[in-house]
């Protein structure tokens, strides 16, 4: 990984086709290694430099996605991500959580901000929390100098989340209770359901004298917004 700077961005498809070959064989290797016990001490980079090849990788993985969306050609369209692998030893809230309290014990009256780059960087490297970051990010930089962490935390993110549904059911013009109780629903099961009668009933009544006749589009746009909603809420609050 020589060539490769932790952190830099990768130009040139050649090149991150090679990159994302080269960090899918480390994750392997690693993946293999791990059940020795000596490994552990025998690390070839260190847990920040990985963290930061994590997220260029996981910045290509997105990518990829997205062009395979609009359906443009690239070279990396073709290679094995090795997702899975990353998502076996991912970082999760309680760990971020355990940074927090760790920046908030030694910040004292400035910033540690070798420790809160740290969280940004834990952050990037996880497939779950990335778009969850600037929720964590906005509670790190708000947390009080005292008090019960995980009682804020979920304060806070019940807040937010109540929050952002209101955004969702005011800009759609969607019906509150339904939608609340939509939106608890996947929450309990841990999966939005788009199929059936439940998502009908959170939106708006369609008027036969509307000039909006696309009551299929209104519905696909309510589906979208309310699953990057679960996506970005689901898991957070863990206890």
Same mark, same amino acid.
């Given at each position: 990984?020589?060539? %490769?700077?932790p952190?830099?961005q990768i130009?040139?498809?050649?090149a991150?086709? !090679? /990159?994302?070959?080269? %960090?899918?064989?480390i ?6 290694l791990?059940? @020795?016990?000596?490994?552990?001490n025998?690390? +070839? ?7 930061? %090849?994590?997220?260029?990788y996981?910045?290509?993985w997105? !990518? ?5 969306? =609009?359906?443009?050609?690239?070279i ?5 991500? $090795? +997702?899975e692998?990353?998502k076996?030893? $991912?970082?999760?809230? #309680?760990?971020i ?7 908030? !014990? $030694?910040?004292?009256?400035?910033? #540690?901000?070798?420790?809160?780059a740290g *969280?940004?960087?834990? *952050?990037?490297? =996880?497939p779950s ?7 964590i990010?906005?509670?790190? #930089? =708000? ?8 009682a804020?935390w979920?304060? %806070?993110v019940?807040a ?5 549904l209101a955004?969702? *059911? ?10 609340a109780r939509f939106?608890?629903?996947? /929450?309990? #099961?841990g999966?939005?359901?788009t199929?059936?009668?439940? *998502?009908?009933?959170?939106?708006p ?8 006749k ?5 519905k696909?746009?309510v589906i979208q917004?309310l699953?990057?909603? @679960?996506?970005?809420? /689901?898991g957070?609050?863990?206890?």
């Amino acid at each position: 990984m020589q060539q %490769y700077q932790p952190g830099a961005q990768i130009v040139g498809e050649e090149a991150q086709l !090679e /990159f994302v070959k080269l %960090y899918g064989e480390i994750l392997k290797l690693r993946n293999i290694l791990t059940s @020795f016990d000596d490994f552990e001490n025998d690390e +070839i980079l260190s847990a920040r430099d990985m963290q930061d %090849y994590q997220s260029t990788y996981l910045d290509l993985w997105n !990518e990829r996605k997205r062009a395979t969306q =609009s359906e443009k050609e690239s070279i990396i369209e073709d290679v094995v991500f $090795e +997702i899975e692998l990353i998502k076996q030893v $991912e970082i999760n809230v #309680d760990y971020i959580l355990l940074l927090v309290q760790k920046y908030r !014990e $030694e910040r004292g009256d400035g910033d #540690d901000k070798e420790l809160r780059a740290g *969280i940004s960087r834990a *952050i990037d490297s =996880s497939p779950s929390l990335r778009n969850k970051k600037d929720l964590i990010e906005n509670f790190v #930089d =708000s947390v009080s100098v005292k008090g019960e962490l995980e009682a804020e935390w979920r304060a %806070y993110v019940a807040a937010q989340r109540e929050k952002e549904l209101a955004e969702i *059911i005011g800009a759609e013009n969607l019906k509150p209770e339904e939608t609340a109780r939509f939106v608890e629903a996947a /929450f309990r #099961d841990g999966a939005l359901r788009t199929t059936g009668t439940a *998502i009908t009933k959170v939106l708006p009544p369609v008027s036969r004298f509307s000039k909006d006749k696309n009551h299929s589009a209104k519905k696909q746009r309510v589906i979208q917004l309310l699953g990057d909603f @679960f996506e970005r809420f /689901f898991g957070l609050s863990s206890r």
